[in-house]
Structure formats: C-alpha cells, structure tokens
C-alpha cells in the first residue's frame, strides 16, 4: 500500500482557519484520488470532502461553503483549506487514497494516520 502522510492541524480559535495537508508517495505516473474523512471522539468516521481526477470536487454538507479542496496531481497530493472553523470540526482528519488504475509499480491505496484539528469555542 502506498504511504500516505498528512500535515497541518493544529488548535485554533471558532471562526479561524487551518490548511491540511496530504502526499502519497508514490512515482508521478500512479493515479490516485484522493478524499479527507474525519473521526472525532466518540463517532464514526465520516466524509468530509473529495477530488477526483478532473478537478470534480464534492463536500460533506456540514462543510460545504467553507472548506476547499485542491490537488497537485503531477504530485499526489491534496489540500484542505478549512475556513470559519467551527467546534462541531474538532476531529481526527485522515486523507485515504484510492488507485485508480492498476499500472505496474503503483501501490494500492491506503489511510493516512490522521492529523488532530481542535477547534475552540
């Protein structure tokens, strides 16, 4: 399975923002899309936010208007701009990959092991 590492949460205050950020290593040829789900304390692991490909972009309701998605695919990897944070976004985020097409030499799609995001009321 292909490594996926993510960066960028941190604490902040309701109404601040934090970018999150992923890369999957893995050669430039690989295809993935890439999505971000998030765990908080307690719940089960949900949807936030996907990119495939072609730049087509889908949002978890409870996000949408304030989060923004972006890829480098010639890099594989993908950001989360989060804006006018609320508490409700406290929790754990993971990016997941998922290949697109089998080509030789291109891992399998995997989790990433999560970034915490705080956010304080």
């Known amino acids: 399975q292909v490594q996926v590492v993510e960066s960028g949460g941190g604490s902040v205050q309701a109404g601040g923002s934090l970018r999150l950020s992923c890369a999957a290593s893995a050669p430039r040829y690989c295809r993935y899309v890439m999505s971000w789900y998030r765990q908080a304390p307690g719940k089960e692991r949900e949807f936030v936010s996907r990119i495939d490909r072609d730049g087509t972009t889908s949002y978890a309701d409870s996000v949408k208007g304030r989060f923004t998605i972006s890829q480098d695919n010639a890099k594989n990897t993908v950001a989360l701009q989060m804006n006018s944070l609320k508490a409700e976004d406290t929790a754990m985020y993971y990016c997941?990959?998922?290949?697109?097409?089998?080509?030789?030499?291109?891992?399998?799609?995997?989790w990433g092991q999560g970034t915490q995001v705080t956010v304080s009321s």
């Open positions: 997941k990959t998922d290949l697109l097409a089998v080509i030789a030499g291109c891992a399998a799609g995997n």
